[in-house]
Protein backbone atom coordinates (compact mmCIF):
# COMPACT_ATOMS: atom_id res chain seq x y z
CA UNK A 1 0.00 0.00 0.00
CA UNK A 2 1.55 3.30 -0.81
CA UNK A 3 1.97 5.73 2.30
CA UNK A 4 3.67 8.96 3.42
CA UNK A 5 4.59 9.08 7.02
CA UNK A 6 5.58 12.09 8.66
CA UNK A 7 7.27 12.64 12.09
CA UNK A 8 7.44 14.18 14.58
CA UNK A 9 3.51 14.89 14.23
CA UNK A 10 4.08 18.02 16.01
CA UNK A 11 6.95 20.14 16.94
CA UNK A 12 7.82 23.72 18.88
CA UNK A 13 10.69 24.81 18.76
CA UNK A 14 12.62 28.96 19.81
CA UNK A 15 13.22 31.38 17.02
CA UNK A 16 16.47 30.81 15.37
CA UNK A 17 17.32 27.70 16.42
CA UNK A 18 17.12 24.84 13.73
CA UNK A 19 15.16 21.76 12.75
CA UNK A 20 14.65 18.79 11.02
CA UNK A 21 11.40 16.82 9.95
CA UNK A 22 11.28 13.66 8.65
CA UNK A 23 9.15 11.94 5.70
CA UNK A 24 9.31 7.92 4.88
CA UNK A 25 7.04 6.62 2.31
CA UNK A 26 6.54 3.24 0.52
CA UNK A 27 5.46 4.78 -2.44
CA UNK A 28 6.41 3.03 -5.74
CA UNK A 29 7.19 3.41 -8.67
CA UNK A 30 9.09 6.73 -7.29
CA UNK A 31 8.73 9.90 -9.66
CA UNK A 32 9.21 12.46 -7.10
CA UNK A 33 8.82 13.90 -3.60
CA UNK A 34 7.94 17.46 -2.83
CA UNK A 35 8.12 19.39 0.33
CA UNK A 36 4.97 22.14 1.07
CA UNK A 37 4.20 24.42 3.98
CA UNK A 38 0.64 25.41 4.41
CA UNK A 39 0.15 28.11 6.58
CA UNK A 40 -2.92 28.31 9.08
CA UNK A 41 -6.04 28.99 7.00
CA UNK A 42 -4.31 28.85 3.32
CA UNK A 43 -3.35 26.80 0.35
CA UNK A 44 -0.22 24.38 0.87
CA UNK A 45 2.63 26.50 -1.38
CA UNK A 46 5.64 24.44 -2.82
CA UNK A 47 9.26 24.65 -1.10
CA UNK A 48 11.14 22.01 -2.63
CA UNK A 49 11.01 19.05 -5.15
CA UNK A 50 13.55 16.18 -5.83
CA UNK A 51 13.57 13.28 -8.55
CA UNK A 52 15.11 10.03 -7.78
CA UNK A 53 18.44 11.22 -8.74
CA UNK A 54 18.25 14.06 -6.45
CA UNK A 55 20.21 13.61 -2.91
CA UNK A 56 19.31 17.55 -1.50
CA UNK A 57 17.25 21.00 -2.85
CA UNK A 58 17.67 24.26 -1.02
CA UNK A 59 15.36 27.03 -0.96
CA UNK A 60 16.69 29.95 0.92
CA UNK A 61 16.79 28.48 4.80
CA UNK A 62 15.11 24.86 3.67
CA UNK A 63 16.97 22.22 2.77
CA UNK A 64 15.01 18.54 1.47
CA UNK A 65 16.97 15.43 1.79
CA UNK A 66 16.41 12.61 -0.36
CA UNK A 67 17.44 8.48 0.06
CA UNK A 68 15.61 6.73 -2.70
CA UNK A 69 17.54 3.49 -1.71
CA UNK A 70 15.69 3.87 2.28
CA UNK A 71 12.62 5.95 1.11
CA UNK A 72 12.95 8.66 3.24
CA UNK A 73 13.48 12.55 3.19
CA UNK A 74 13.85 15.55 5.53
CA UNK A 75 13.77 19.02 5.45
CA UNK A 76 15.98 20.99 7.51
CA UNK A 77 15.12 24.23 8.32
CA UNK A 78 17.87 26.32 9.40
CA UNK A 79 17.96 29.47 11.95
CA UNK A 80 14.40 29.53 12.44
CA UNK A 81 11.56 32.98 12.04
CA UNK A 82 8.36 33.17 13.41
CA UNK A 83 7.03 33.14 9.96
CA UNK A 84 8.34 29.35 9.79
CA UNK A 85 5.30 28.27 12.19
CA UNK A 86 3.28 26.21 9.99
CA UNK A 87 2.16 22.34 8.45
CA UNK A 88 5.04 20.98 6.31
CA UNK A 89 3.43 18.35 4.21
CA UNK A 90 5.42 16.14 2.43
CA UNK A 91 4.09 14.32 -0.62
CA UNK A 92 5.58 12.29 -3.30
CA UNK A 93 4.35 11.16 -6.66
CA UNK A 94 4.04 7.63 -8.32
CA UNK A 95 5.03 7.47 -11.85
CA UNK A 96 2.41 4.21 -12.42
CA UNK A 97 -0.78 6.52 -13.84
CA UNK A 98 -1.10 8.91 -16.16
CA UNK A 99 -2.46 11.45 -13.71
CA UNK A 100 0.76 11.30 -11.61
CA UNK A 101 -0.92 10.31 -8.64
CA UNK A 102 0.13 12.34 -5.55
CA UNK A 103 0.17 10.85 -1.89
CA UNK A 104 -0.05 13.18 0.68
CA UNK A 105 1.65 12.88 4.44
CA UNK A 106 -0.38 14.22 7.45
CA UNK A 107 2.15 17.32 8.04
CA UNK A 108 4.38 18.80 11.16
CA UNK A 109 2.73 20.90 12.63
CA UNK A 110 5.85 23.49 13.51
CA UNK A 111 4.90 26.26 15.74
CA UNK A 112 8.33 28.85 16.30
CA UNK A 113 8.32 30.63 19.85
CA UNK A 114 10.01 33.88 20.64
CA UNK B 1 2.23 33.66 -4.86
CA UNK B 2 0.21 31.80 -7.56
CA UNK B 3 -2.80 32.82 -9.46
CA UNK B 4 -5.39 31.02 -7.85
CA UNK B 5 -8.65 32.06 -6.54
CA UNK B 6 -11.42 29.91 -4.47
CA UNK B 7 -14.58 31.82 -3.10
CA UNK B 8 -16.27 31.91 -0.59
CA UNK B 9 -13.32 31.71 1.60
CA UNK B 10 -15.90 30.56 4.81
CA UNK B 11 -19.45 29.46 4.51
CA UNK B 12 -21.77 28.68 7.14
CA UNK B 13 -25.01 26.72 5.54
CA UNK B 14 -27.75 25.06 6.85
CA UNK B 15 -28.85 21.12 5.68
CA UNK B 16 -30.49 20.52 2.49
CA UNK B 17 -28.91 23.55 0.71
CA UNK B 18 -27.48 23.71 -2.38
CA UNK B 19 -24.28 24.99 -2.12
CA UNK B 20 -21.37 25.86 -4.80
CA UNK B 21 -17.55 26.73 -4.33
CA UNK B 22 -16.03 28.78 -6.70
CA UNK B 23 -12.73 28.28 -8.30
CA UNK B 24 -10.39 29.94 -10.64
CA UNK B 25 -6.91 30.30 -12.03
CA UNK B 26 -5.55 32.70 -14.36
CA UNK B 27 -2.05 30.32 -14.94
CA UNK B 28 -3.83 28.90 -18.22
CA UNK B 29 -2.96 25.74 -16.76
CA UNK B 30 -4.67 22.87 -18.26
CA UNK B 31 -5.11 20.37 -15.29
CA UNK B 32 -6.91 21.32 -12.14
CA UNK B 33 -7.67 19.31 -8.72
CA UNK B 34 -10.24 19.44 -5.69
CA UNK B 35 -8.87 18.49 -2.04
CA UNK B 36 -10.77 17.65 0.66
CA UNK B 37 -9.19 18.15 4.12
CA UNK B 38 -9.61 17.46 7.27
CA UNK B 39 -7.93 19.36 10.61
CA UNK B 40 -4.58 17.32 10.89
CA UNK B 41 -5.22 15.19 7.93
CA UNK B 42 -3.57 14.66 4.79
CA UNK B 43 -5.65 16.00 1.49
CA UNK B 44 -7.85 13.46 -0.18
CA UNK B 45 -8.28 14.18 -4.34
CA UNK B 46 -11.75 14.43 -4.76
CA UNK B 47 -12.10 15.45 -8.66
CA UNK B 48 -9.92 16.67 -11.37
CA UNK B 49 -9.93 17.99 -14.68
CA UNK B 50 -7.35 17.55 -17.61
CA UNK B 51 -8.90 20.20 -19.53
CA UNK B 52 -12.26 21.64 -20.55
CA UNK B 53 -14.98 19.24 -20.99
CA UNK B 54 -12.54 16.74 -18.71
CA UNK B 55 -13.85 15.27 -15.47
CA UNK B 56 -12.89 12.84 -13.28
CA UNK B 57 -13.97 11.32 -9.75
CA UNK B 58 -10.53 11.17 -7.67
CA UNK B 59 -9.54 8.84 -4.71
CA UNK B 60 -11.85 9.83 -2.16
CA UNK B 61 -15.62 9.33 -3.02
CA UNK B 62 -17.46 12.65 -2.94
CA UNK B 63 -21.32 13.74 -2.86
CA UNK B 64 -20.22 16.62 -4.74
CA UNK B 65 -20.14 17.50 -8.56
CA UNK B 66 -18.15 19.55 -10.75
CA UNK B 67 -17.70 20.76 -13.86
CA UNK B 68 -15.36 22.34 -16.71
CA UNK B 69 -16.93 24.89 -19.23
CA UNK B 70 -13.87 27.19 -19.33
CA UNK B 71 -10.59 26.05 -18.77
CA UNK B 72 -9.87 29.24 -15.84
CA UNK B 73 -12.68 28.05 -13.95
CA UNK B 74 -13.73 24.82 -11.95
CA UNK B 75 -16.35 24.89 -9.76
CA UNK B 76 -17.61 21.76 -7.44
CA UNK B 77 -21.69 21.84 -6.38
CA UNK B 78 -23.15 20.53 -3.26
CA UNK B 79 -26.46 19.05 -4.22
CA UNK B 80 -27.86 18.93 -1.00
CA UNK B 81 -24.94 19.95 2.21
CA UNK B 82 -24.63 17.61 5.13
CA UNK B 83 -23.17 17.64 8.11
CA UNK B 84 -21.03 15.18 6.90
CA UNK B 85 -19.75 17.85 4.29
CA UNK B 86 -17.92 19.81 6.92
CA UNK B 87 -14.26 20.55 5.55
CA UNK B 88 -12.28 22.49 4.07
CA UNK B 89 -11.70 22.49 0.57
CA UNK B 90 -8.84 23.17 -1.25
CA UNK B 91 -8.44 23.69 -5.42
CA UNK B 92 -5.14 23.17 -7.13
CA UNK B 93 -4.35 23.79 -10.94
CA UNK B 94 -1.00 22.46 -12.76
CA UNK B 95 0.97 22.63 -16.31
CA UNK B 96 1.64 19.65 -18.33
CA UNK B 97 5.38 20.06 -17.35
CA UNK B 98 7.45 17.12 -15.47
CA UNK B 99 7.31 18.49 -12.36
CA UNK B 100 3.63 19.12 -12.75
CA UNK B 101 3.72 21.41 -9.53
CA UNK B 102 0.25 21.74 -8.33
CA UNK B 103 -0.27 25.52 -6.94
CA UNK B 104 -3.11 25.71 -4.19
CA UNK B 105 -5.82 27.53 -3.83
CA UNK B 106 -6.54 29.43 -0.50
CA UNK B 107 -9.26 26.94 0.42
CA UNK B 108 -13.16 27.34 1.17
CA UNK B 109 -14.30 26.12 5.06
CA UNK B 110 -17.34 25.08 5.00
CA UNK B 111 -20.02 24.44 7.91
CA UNK B 112 -22.36 22.64 7.47
CA UNK B 113 -25.56 22.88 10.55
Known amino acids: KNQVEQSPQSLIILEGKNCTLQ??????????LRWYKQDTGRGPVSLTI?????NTKSNGRYTATLDADTKQSSLHITASQLSDSASYIC?????????????FGRGTQLTVWP | EADIYQTPRYLVIGTGKKITLECSQT?????MYWYQQDPGMELHLIHY???????EKGDLSSESTVSRIRTEHFPLTLESARPSHTSQYLC????????????FGPGTRLLVL
Open chain 1, 23 to 32: CNYTVSPFSN
Open chain 1, 91 to 103: VVTDRGSTLGRLY
Open chain 2, 27 to 31: MGHDK
Open chain 2, 92 to 103: ASSEWDVEETQY
Open chain 2, 49 to 55: SYGVNST
Open chain 1, 50 to 54: MTFSE
